[in-house]
Nanobody, 119 residues
């Protein structure tokens, strides 16, 4: 069992930065791939970034490449998403999700943290 809690969201101006965190409890965190998703009002949830269990495999949504950086600290059971050069279209609720080893789906989800980018 893994419980995920996001934090660090807030209001920022266009071009600003935020770092959001996903803190996990549970002994399987270090063996889980972690992803960030986001959902804007009236839109479907979309993938943003992924980091593998080892941290060696990372992937990003095309529109955030070069602006967002995902990282994990297994000693702290935490995954971070550093977001730079933020745009109004980045406004959304950001969720982290964990995929356990061998699973083909995201098994656990956090409650989300709101990120609002003002123009």
């Amino acid at each position: 069992q893994v419980q995920l809690v996001e934090s660090g969201g807030g209001l920022v101006q266009t071009g600003g930065s935020l770092r959001i965190s996903c803190a996990a409890s549970g002994r399987t965190f270090s063996s889980a791939a972690i992803a960030w998703f986001r959902q804007a009002p009236g839109k479907e949830r979309e993938f943003v970034a992924l980091i593998s269990r080892s941290g060696l495999t990372i992937d990003y949504k095309d529109s955030v490449k070069g602006r967002f950086t995902i990282a994990r600290d297994n000693a702290k059971n935490t995954v971070y998403l550093q977001m730079n050069s933020l745009k109004p279209e980045d406004t959304a609720v950001y969720y982290c999700a964990a995929q356990e080893s061998g699973s083909k789906k995201y098994d656990y989800w956090g409650q989300g943290t709101q990120v609002t980018v003002s123009s």
